[in-house]
């Protein structure tokens, strides 16, 4: 690698988990994470990013260890009020997760992007690295399934992935702008490689690669480009990517996820479980329970970046 | 009395006790509170309405009966969590206040009134008395100070009621439309009494007897209109109506309350403090420490309209 900063592509609970590895080995101002916003939503008048809020969690030392969404040490009264005086309790809100989804929705409504409202949660939370939100409009991750068209939330959340999904689609998407920080990352003289954290292809990394002009900011940066593979061994660490998969009627291993970003990918991180490739790959055990796990995998991605 | 129910007028606080007295001595089905909603206003994006969640809380026994607001055994993360990406703080939200607040917005936004929203609360809150907002358009209490024009909110709660009032209007008052709920009431065949609660005139009762028709709506039901002095032996019990008087130019004592209800009000129900008025009037303690103190000046009032 000729360049020093490291942008990364990422969705929520797994990627975050890379990208903390990743600030542990980087100066701050050297890495940006571009953060899928596909799953974002409106629900009771609030805007929600789910994606962002979890990896700032994670990155300020708020994500909840256990739950691997939310705020650690939440409480719980907003929806327990809600639901006495009937209102839609599907979605489980914090009572401190919450103000960042007032504060969004009510800033967004003044005229603020979700750039800037973003990078000031980021600041007043003491995150240090750039993390910017792949898009400052809306694009909905939507999935035509067995029981019809559901938007992500609906069918993650309200619906637990039980509906087979028949395709996806990322609305809004072709007429979505890429932000201005992630189109400044990738195109920052500096760049010496950009990674792909092992989140859903289908439901995290595909929002961001559907942004008109994204897959060739991408090309164009002239870097490695490493995909973590989110399948260790075939097995989805958590969330419904080998159940999605299969209903897809792809075969539930590394070699599926490399085809899936075949002429955008350099170099596959596999995991030690998986089978080799016949493209260029690196080993290492992907799972990330703690710290440790967390920076060695990010050093093997880094590390498979720079051969 | 030849009907047998009863509409009181009412702010927050103050107003809430007599209403919570008149609950105990009345059957639900005979009882509507027209509620001021001159202090709404919109918080953060949230639709907030300080009255007639007083009210709820009270009725519903949800209220906190220390601080004379909010909920007991309200908690505080969402206003930390708040505070700490840089909200705005000065109103404080509790967790399982906010509940109401969303869902109103949300249902408002979807195009329910304020009189849907709030009967749905009520009912799901099991408070069986009606209890209607004034009107369902928006309206807002507007005071010119030395210090400027402030709203309700920010006078009374961002700056403690320090400025001085010079005047106050009633933003928007002019095109409401008194509420369907508020006007069924006032022309039922069976009202018996429209009692006024001792809440401050200027800021709590000022904004609904604004609204076109109302005044003639109480004087056309024809029956005993009874003032509770919400100024006992010329001290407010609690809030700024002794100071507002005092920036109004008005003599602080009970005469000035018949007065800014003459042409209006039959009678005046006084505290033991005060002196007796040359118009009709009755005597009770008026302070309403707690439950038999409500009751007590509830029976006073309906004593008074009955003569």
């Given amino acids: 690698m000729t360049g020093s900063s490291i942008v990364v592509l990422t969705g929520g609970i797994g990627g975050a988990k890379l990208v903390v590895g990743l600030s542990h080995l980087l100066p701050a101002d050297q890495l940006t994470a571009i953060v899928n916003t596909g799953d974002d939503f409106t629900h009771l008048g ?3 990013s789910p994606d962002m809020d979890t990896l700032l969690y994670t990155l300020a030392g708020l994500a909840d260890p256990e739950k ?4 650690v040490n939440e409480t719980w009264n907003f929806m327990a009020a809600l639901r006495a005086v009937g209102g839609a309790d599907w979605f489980a809100l914090g009572d401190a997760d919450l103000a960042l989804h007032v504060e969004r929705t009510h800033r967004l409504a003044a005229g603020e992007t979700l750039s800037t409202v973003s990078g000031r949660f980021a600041e007043r939370l003491g995150v240090r690295i750039r993390m910017t939100p792949m898009t400052d409009q809306p694009v909905t991750t939507r999935l035509s399934t067995d029981e019809g068209e559901l938007d992500f939330q609906a069918y993650f959340v309200r619906r637990r992935c039980q509906p087979k999904v028949r395709a996806i689609d990322y609305i809004g998407a072709a007429d979505a702008q890429v932000s201005p920080g992630a189109r400044e990352a990738l195109q920052a003289p500096g760049l010496a490689a950009i990674l792909i954290a092992p989140s859903n292809p289908w439901l995290s990394i595909a929002p961001i690669l559907a942004l008109p002009g994204m897959r060739q900011a991408i090309r164009n940066a002239g870097v490695p480009v490493v995909v973590v593979n989110p ?13 999605i998969m ?3 009627g792809l075969k539930r291993s590394a070699a599926s996820i490399a085809t899936f970003y075949d002429g955008l990918a350099s170099a596959i991180l596999l995991d030690d479980a998986d089978a080799p490739l016949d493209r260029p790959h690196g080993f290492t055990n ?5 710290l440790p796990d967390r920076i060695r995998v990010a050093r093997a991605a880094l590390e498979l970046a720079a051969r």
């Avoid at 260790?232 to 159940?243: E, I, L, M, N």
């Fill in 46 to 48: 609030l805007r929600i």
């Fill in 68 to 71: 691997g969404w939310g705020r």
């Fill in 231 to 243: 399948l260790p061994g075939g097995r989805a660490v958590k969330g419904p990517t080998a159940k």
């Fill in 246 to 248: 299969a209903e897809l």
């Fill in 286 to 290: 992907t799972i990330m329970h703690d």
